[in-house]
């Protein structure tokens, strides 16, 4: 029997994260600011893969530029895995992962929530629940205020991306006793 779509599911408090264990879930975290063009990246890749059949240890969320209010997903998965634009000077669209240890291991280019990724990454190593986090970064060249389209080179990037992402939680799903 073909598995149906389910449509995504809008968290609208952190009960979300608690409602069931999450022991054995990785969370794909799409962060960017969606009215800013190519930095909102993130959060269309989260609205990308809110279309497709996911597997069930697979969790998705727009974390929009949530900053510190995204503390509690950190201390309810395992495993995080963060998408997010980057002004690295690179070609626009390129895809790289990076296994950040501490906030200064993020590029230091992240766009305009910089500041607020890295002040919450610093606030997860000082608990007592760091989960294993690796973050998926697409190259921008620029960002336009107040507009939802992505350049093309950004926007043909997603679908790449979203495979990757796929692939390496593929890998990452172990079964915890």
Same mark, same amino acid.
């Given at each position: ?6 449509? !995504? ?41 809110? &279309? &497709?059949?996911? !597997? ?7 974390? /929009? ?19 997010? #634009? $980057? ?5 626009? /669209? ?13 590029? $230091?280019? %992240? ?11 610093? #606030?997860?190593? %000082? ?27 950004? #926007?043909?990037?997603?679908?790449? #991306? ?10 990452? $799903?172990?079964?915890?006793?």
């Amino acid at each position: 029997m073909a598995k149906i779509a389910q449509p !995504p599911v809008a968290v609208s408090s952190d009960a979300f994260f608690f409602e069931k264990d999450k022991t054995n879930s990785i969370l794909i975290l799409g962060v960017g600011n969606y009215l800013m063009g190519d930095e909102g990246v993130g959060v269309h890749l989260i609205q990308e893969m809110a &279309r &497709r059949i996911l !597997p069930d240890n697979i969790d998705i969320l727009d974390g /929009g530029t949530g900053g510190l209010l995204l503390l509690n997903c950190f201390e309810a998965y395992r495993t995080v895995i963060f998408v997010d #634009a $980057t002004m690295d000077g690179r070609e626009a /669209g390129t895809i790289d992962l990076i296994r950040p240890k501490f906030a200064s291991d993020f590029p $230091t280019a %992240l766009s305009v929530h910089d500041v607020g990724l890295k002040d919450m990454i610093e #606030a997860v190593y %000082l608990t007592n629940s760091q989960p294993d986090i690796h973050l998926f970064t697409i190259s921008v060249e620029e960002i336009k205020p107040m507009t939802v389209t992505l350049s093309s080179k950004v #926007a043909a990037a997603i679908p790449m #991306a979203v495979d990757q992402i796929l692939d390496l939680a593929g890998k990452l $799903t172990v079964v915890h006793p």
